[in-house]
């Protein structure tokens, strides 16, 4: 199984992908940061944010994606770019007809180290040895991506399976934004 992590952010997107089974061990496909310029408008950097992930979504061939479930912060301003980020995120994979996942940080931390209250350092160091890595992703924003994808991929089970059921009803739904936007692109009307 290949599974893209985003840990989702307006000026750094943490994007990660890795591959394998449950109990086996894990591989790095891909690593990255989608960046945006902090002093363009919003609308923008959404856009930005949309085009690297549709891109690496495009090239990688994720199988599921995992992303950073937003939680409630004190910078009401940051959970909002945040909570945006994970939409554009989201909707790039439904529109590809993938399943989704959302973590929480303490899911993804509690999976890679076994404490769900590890700090940055420590989720950095243990995904640099999971995935046997020479040198140590950086910014913490592309450890934390493959630390969603890990924990996405370890989970397995019950969720693998729910996510297969899940699949052909957002397949379905990708299929009719497809056609809705071909249908748009010839001049046709649009339900």
């Given at each position: 199984m290949r599974v893209m992590g985003v840990d989702p952010g307006l000026t750094r997107c943490g994007v990660g992908v890795v591959e394998?089974?449950?109990?086996?061990?894990?591989?790095?496909?891909?690593?990255?940061v989608v960046r945006t310029d902090p002093d363009d408008e919003v609308a923008?950097?959404?856009?930005?944010?949309?085009?690297?992930?549709?891109?690496?979504?495009?090239?990688?061939?994720?199988?599921?994606?995992?992303v950073e479930r937003?939680?409630?912060?004190?910078?009401?301003?940051?959970?909002?770019?945040?909570?945006?980020?994970?939409g554009v995120a989201m909707l790039a994979a439904a529109r590809r007809g993938l399943?989704?996942?959302?973590?929480t940080p303490s899911e993804a931390k509690a999976a890679v180290t076994g404490n769900g209250?590890?700090?940055?350092?420590?989720?950095?160091?243990?995904v640099t040895r999971l995935l046997s890595l020479?040198?140590?992703?950086?910014?913490?924003?592309?450890?934390?991506a493959l630390a969603l994808a890990i924990c996405h991929v370890w989970r397995g089970g019950p969720r693998q399976?729910?996510?297969?059921?899940?699949?052909?009803?957002?397949?379905?739904?990708?299929?009719?934004?497809r056609a809705r936007l071909a249908a748009?692109?010839?001049?046709?009307?649009?339900?």
């Amino acid at each position: 199984m290949r599974v893209m992590g985003v840990d989702p952010g307006l000026t750094r997107c943490g994007v990660g992908v890795v591959e394998g089974v449950p109990g086996k061990r894990l591989h790095l496909v891909h690593v990255s940061v989608v960046r945006t310029d902090p002093d363009d408008e919003v609308a923008l950097r959404l856009l930005g944010i949309e085009s690297g992930i549709e891109a690496l979504m495009d090239e990688l061939r994720p199988d599921a994606v995992a992303v950073e479930r937003v939680f409630s912060q004190h910078n009401v301003r940051t959970v909002m770019g945040t909570a945006q980020a994970a939409g554009v995120a989201m909707l790039a994979a439904a529109r590809r007809g993938l399943p989704v996942a959302l973590h929480t940080p303490s899911e993804a931390k509690a999976a890679v180290t076994g404490n769900g209250r590890a700090d940055k350092a420590q989720v950095t160091r243990m995904v640099t040895r999971l995935l046997s890595l020479d040198t140590a992703p950086k910014p913490a924003d592309a450890a934390d991506a493959l630390a969603l994808a890990i924990c996405h991929v370890w989970r397995g089970g019950p969720r693998q399976r729910l996510a297969a059921a899940q699949r052909s009803r957002i397949e379905e739904a990708a299929r009719a934004e497809r056609a809705r936007l071909a249908a748009r692109s010839r001049g046709g009307t649009v339900k």
